[in-house]
């Protein structure tokens, strides 16, 4: 396993390469991260799915977006776009490290939206999986928001004392302030960029297959699965176990722990 | 400002980031970053990158690492990899190994220590054994209930509404309170899964006769601390030798969620830095 930084000056991305454990097929595959606080949450399944794709025989690439993570820059220099150029220029790094030609993206969350729009642009995916998408931006919005407001009052979190005062509408010594989501300042274009993103407007043409694993009910699915027909996509869905809870204010810091999807997914990327 | 990945360790076991400044100054000690529980070197809602960054501009190099099993660091193989060796002595070597490598790759020869959570409880252990250690900042570290703890734990129910606050428990960070206070009917304080206030005690009044300064700060967000002057009820027969600073956030929570919460910790640890060592 080796870490790095690609790109130079604000592009400057750090990056984990994991060798596969054995010569494999001309194959490897591509991690993208949620964002926000559930990036935190996640970072220990993800790399762990990496050290299993790795044992698999498949090279991984994971990496931190533009803002985010220990890449360059914050949220001020980040944008949709920006991170589905580091999607591509990420696959581009991993073609280098690996040597491998075919690239498979996992995305997971807003990740899995990021790999959707990259393949909807540019990018040649082999195989894309689609690990609870966010399909629709400003449902994904209106949940952090009303999960911020929760984690706010959450008495699990602040002393009785401070919920006392509030409660009395005296104001906080630490306000929050309007672009607050769950721990990030969320600069107003990038929040109207994320709000204006509906995945079945822009489905992944490029994309070889696609696997959506689903872990909740989501009412903007059908919609995104209709799209993926419509252009031909060939797809899988499947409804998984391994809950995220990606809506429950109480978990925004309980590390995501999974079985059965990473299973799933080595099995998938396996395939022929 | 400049950041670069440094593997380190047996087999390049460790992953961390060195933050630079334009200007590094190697008389000046490096701060080094410890995990919050289970989180990555990125830290809680990337406390840890804004930590380095900011501190670099000011002029302090500053390292993030993981420790082994943690974040992008492998387990450790061979001696010390024994289910039966405790978390927090191999947390202990780790952070030493961390310290004996940028020994060897830098100018720099004196560190301070932050840690939130377990990291401020490791931080505190590495300082007890090991002089390189200049300084420490703890986030929610050791603490102990006292009869003040309790006088307002309790006052602030009898004025609230009938609300139950559960204890925090959280899998990436923070520790589960006893089930069961074990407590002497004759102990003035009441501990949570510490070490004993005595030995914690002692090893801080230790840590100030040898010079290290100290940054204590603790926010309304854990179950054992709850007013600034139960540090005094704590801790408050150590001779600290003007090396001491504590501040209390009672309205932050013990991750800092808020922004404005960890922009007020920014800055202390900030001025701190700078007052004691710039």
């Known amino acids: 396993m080796r870490a790095f930084f690609f790109g130079n000056g604000p592009r400057r991305r750090f990056a984990v390469h994991h060798d596969a454990a054995r010569e494999t097929a001309d194959h490897a595959v591509l991690i993208c991260a949620p964002i926000l606080q559930e990036y935190m949450r996640t970072h220990w399944a993800l790399r762990k799915l990496a050290t299993e794709l790795a044992r698999a025989g498949l090279p991984v690439l994971r990496f931190d977006y533009t803002g985010t ?80 407001r929760r984690m706010l009052v959450d008495p699990n ?25 769950l721990g990030f300042a969320v600069p107003p274009p990038l929040m109207k960029e994320i709000e204006a993103i509906d995945l079945a407007t822009s489905p992944p ?65 396996g395939q022929a | 400002m400049n950041e670069e990945v440094v593997h380190f360790g047996p087999n390049g076991t460790f992953v961390g980031i060195r933050t630079r400044p334009s ?78 490598h940028l020994v060897a790759s830098t100018k720099v020869k004196r560190f301070v220590l932050m840690g939130l959570c377990s990291g401020a409880y490791n931080a505190h252990e590495v300082a007890v054994a090991d002089a390189r250690i200049v300084g420490c900042i703890f986030l929610d570290g050791y603490g102990y209930k006292t ?68 940054l204590f700060v603790y926010t309304g967000g854990t179950e054992y601390f709850n007013h600034r002057g139960q540090f005094d009820e704590m801790f408050g027969h150590v001779d600290f030798r003007g090396r001491m600073q504590l501040e209390y956030y009672e309205e932050a929570d013990h991750t800092y969620t808020v922004l404005a919460a960890r922009a007020e910790l920014q800055h202390t640890i900030e001025r701190w830095m700078t007052a004691r060592f710039g």
């Open chain 2, 23 to 100: 200007d590094p100054d190697p008389a000046k000690p490096m701060l080094v970053v410890l995990n919050a529980g289970l989180l990555h070197r990125v830290g809680p809602y990337r406390l840890g990158v804004e930590v380095a960054r900011n501190l670099a501009r000011a002029g302090f190099e500053v390292f993030r690492f993981d420790l082994s099993g943690i974040g992008d660091s492998r387990s450790r193989q061979g001696r010390g990899a024994s289910e039966e060796v405790a978390h927090q002595s191999k947390a202990v070597a780790d952070v030493q190994t961390a310290l004996d």
């Open chain 1, 69 to 148: 993570g220990d890449s360059a820059g914050d949220l001020s220099d980040a944008s949709v776009q920006t991170w589905v150029d580091d999607v591509g220029d990420a696959a581009t790094e991993l073609r280098d490290a690996s040597g491998a030609s075919r690239v498979s993206v996992v995305g997971l969350r807003f990740g899995a939206t990021l790999a959707t729009l990259a393949a909807a642009q540019s990018l040649k995916v082999r195989d894309l999986v689609l690990w609870d998408p966010v399909v629709n931006g400003a449902d994904y919005l209106a949940t952090l928001r009303r999960m911020h």
């Open chain 2, 147 to 214: 009869k003040g703890f309790l006088l307002h734990h309790y006052g602030a129910r009898m004025l609230s509404p009938s609300r139950h606050i559960g204890f925090l428990r959280r899998k990436l960070l923070g520790h589960k309170p006893k089930e069961e206070v074990q407590t002497d009917p004759r102990a003035e304080v009441f501990e949570v899964e510490f070490p004993p206030r005595e030995k914690v005690s002692g090893e801080l009044g230790a840590l100030a006769a040898r010079g290290t300064e100290l």
């Open chain 1, 205 to 269: 043409r490029r994309a070889r297959r696609a696997l959506v694993l689903t872990t909740h009910e989501d009412s903007a699915l059908p919609g995104f699965s209709d799209a993926l027909r419509d252009a031909d996509v060939a797809h899988e869905s499947r409804r998984e176990s391994d809950a995220g809870d990606w809506d429950a204010h109480a978990r925004i810091e309980d590390a995501l722990i999974c079985e059965s999807i990473p299973r799933s997914i080595v099995t998938f990327l």
């Open chain 1, 157 to 181: 979190r602040f002393p009785q004392s401070v919920l006392d005062r509030v409660g009395r509408g005296q104001k906080r010594h630490f306000p929050s302030s309007d672009d607050e989501l």
